[in-house]
Nanobody, 126 residues
Framework: QAQLVESGGGLVQAGGSLRLSCAAS????????MGWFRQAPGKEREFVAA????????NYGDFVKGRFTISRDNANNTMYLQMNSLKPEDTAVYYC???????????????????WGQGTQVTVSS
């Protein structure tokens, strides 16, 4: 069973940037499609971005609008989320997730993901 560990969260001012990382323990990482989700207090979990096994196919949530970039490094079993032009409404716990279900992952539907990290807090001050 894959274990996923997020890092890189923190407190940043509006307009700033953060880079989240998701390290996977599983050597089969390259066979998983991966994604990022977020959940703000009192709100449902929201799809942020997903990336195919090779990184050739990427999908973003509608709210991203060119501000975030998902990427992965299969040689180092790590996925990234570069977040720029952060807004206070981006404040949430960010989770990485993985699944061998390629199409399900890219649909942005959380129920298709089998493995989840513990989350990392991102707080954007105004």
């Amino acid at each position: 069973q894959a274990q996923l560990v997020e890092s890189g969260g923190g407190l940043v001012q509006a307009g700033g940037s953060l880079r989240l990382s998701c390290a996977a323990s599983e050597r089969a990482f390259s066979s998983y499609a991966m994604g990022w989700f977020r959940q703000a207090p009192g709100k449902e979990r929201e799809f942020v971005a997903a990336i195919s096994r090779t990184g050739a196919v990427i999908n973003y949530g509608d709210f991203v609008k060119g501000r975030f970039t998902i990427s992965r490094d299969n040689a180092n079993n790590t996925m990234y989320l570069q977040m720029n032009s952060l807004k206070p409404e981006d404040t949430a716990v960010y989770y990485c997730a993985g699944t061998p279900n390629h199409l399900g992952a890219l649909s942005g539907t959380s129920r298709y993901y089998d493995y989840w990290g513990q989350g990392t807090q991102v707080t954007v001050s105004s």
